[in-house]
Structure formats: structure tokens, C-alpha cells
């Protein structure tokens, strides 16, 4: 079965360093979305994006996150100067072109900021 | 999106049958009933959606009763390894495939032995 994955699995950073967290989609899916989820709290949308755009994003998703699909692969979301709430599971989805397709989580990145 | 209410927490034991019920009483005509699975530290999985009656699949069945103001999820026979957080999402099927999830606090299962 296609899966989305995510690189890396685990990352630790100090506050204000830059970090790119990188996701491959299913192949032939259209949307791509960003989600965080805080320790013990609830799954978060960040962003989603499609035909090379952002569609929609939160208010968390502010200046200093972006994210890009720099090849025909692979989907990233950068954040710029971390701190130290930004310290989560970042998870990537894809979703297909149909309107019941679901959307596919991948197994998420563990971002520490120290 | 409608708002859901769904446990906080459930507890059973393996082998049995496990029934997660949530309330959204102010589900809309065009909205589904999806709900989605997830273990500690892994991305939440899609179960199972729905829209009306009775939907199985081999993980899950989705009852969802005329009014459409609740609907439950039940794990048949349930295994230590279906110990999760369980959420419960309503949406409409043209949005959601496509924009934000919400996801809500969910029921965590804890499954005994």
C-alpha cells in the first residue's frame, strides 16, 4: 500500500536555528497538507497546498514557517528561527483528486527545540 | 465543519466489542461522518467513513442512525493493539478530502488484557 513518508524521524535543534522538515506524498496525489501536534495535545492544521500554492493555512502558520514542493516529490516545510514552543510531532498528508478521497498522514517528524 | 462530542476515555478487555459513540447534532446535509485512528507518536490513520445506515469495512463498522445526529464506531473483538486515540470527524465530503482537518480531544481506548 502507498504511504506518505517523513524525514527526518526525530530532529533537535537550538532556538532560532532554521529547520526544514521533509515529506514525501503518495505519488499521485494533489493535496498536500502540514499538521503539528504539542505533546499531549491535538492534532493541529498548519497549512495545505495544491497546484504550487498555499490553499489555506492557521493562524500558527505565520511568518516564519513556508513550505515548498521543490521537485515533483517531495513536499518540505521550513521554519525559519525556531523557539521553543514550536516543539512538536510535525505530521505531512496527501490527499487524491476525488471528493472522497481521505487524507493519508505520514508517520511524522519529532522536532525538539532546546 | 460540525462540532463533535465523543468520550473522553473507554476502557475493555480483548475480545470484545468495542462501541465509541459521537454526537453532532448539528451535522449538515452535505457532511460525512469520518473517523480516523491514532497510535502514540504515528500520524492518525484513516478507519472509516460514512454518510448514512451502516458501513463496514475489515477494520470497523460505522452505524449511523436515520437522524444522523450521532453515529458509532464499533471494533469487533478488540486486541491490545488497538489501543489508540480514536476522533471523530464531520465535514462536508467536497471539503473534506481537500481542506483543514479538525481533529477534536478524540476517545482514547485502552485495551486490558
Known amino acids: 500500500e502507498p504511504e506518505v513518508t517523513q524525514t527526518p524521524s526525530h530532529q533537535v535543534t537550538q532556538m532560532g536555528q532554521e529547520v526544514i522538515l521533509r515529506c514525501v506524498p503518495i505519488?499521485?496525489?494533489?493535496?498536500f497538507y502540514w499538521y503539528r501536534q504539542i505533546l499531549g495535545q491535538k492534532v493541529e492544521f498548519l497549512v495545505s497546498f495544491y497546484n504550487n500554492e498555499i490553499s489555506e493555512k492557521s493562524e500558527i502558520f505565520d511568518d516564519q514557517f513556508s513550505v515548498e514542493r521543490p521537485d515533483g516529490s517531495n513536499f518540505t516545510l521550513k521554519i525559519r528561527s525556531t523557539k521553543l514552543e514550536d516543539s512538536a510531532m510535525y505530521f505531512c498528508?496527501?490527499?487524491?483528486?476525488?471528493?472522497?478521497?481521505?487524507?493519508?498522514f505520514g508517520p511524522g517528524t519529532r522536532l525538539l527545540v532546546l | 465543519l460540525a462540532k463533535t462530542t465523543q468520550p473522553i476515555s473507554m476502557d475493555s478487555y480483548e475480545g470484545q466489542e468495542v462501541n465509541i459513540t459521537c454526537s453532532h447534532n448539528n451535522i449538515a446535509t452535505n457532511d460525512y461522518i469520518t473517523w480516523y485512528q491514532q497510535f502514540p507518536s504515528q500520524g492518525p490513520r484513516f478507519i472509516i467513513q460514512?454518510?448514512?445506515t451502516k458501513v463496514t469495512n475489515e477494520v470497523a463498522s460505522l452505524f449511523i442512525p436515520a437522524d444522523r445526529k450521532s453515529s458509532t464506531l464499533s471494533l469487533p473483538r478488540v486486541s491490545l493493539s488497538d489501543t489508540a486515540v480514536y476522533y471523530c470527524?464531520?465535514?462536508?465530503?467536497?471539503?473534506?478530502?481537500?481542506?483543514?482537518?479538525?481533529f477534536g480531544s478524540g476517545t482514547r481506548l485502552q485495551v486490558q488484557p
Open positions: 498528508a496527501s490527499t487524491g483528486r476525488g471528493y472522497q478521497e481521505t487524507q493519508y
Open positions: 505519488s499521485n496525489h494533489l493535496y
Open positions: 470527524l464531520v465535514g462536508d465530503i467536497r471539503d473534506t478530502g481537500r481542506r483543514a482537518l479538525t
Open positions: 460514512g454518510y448514512k
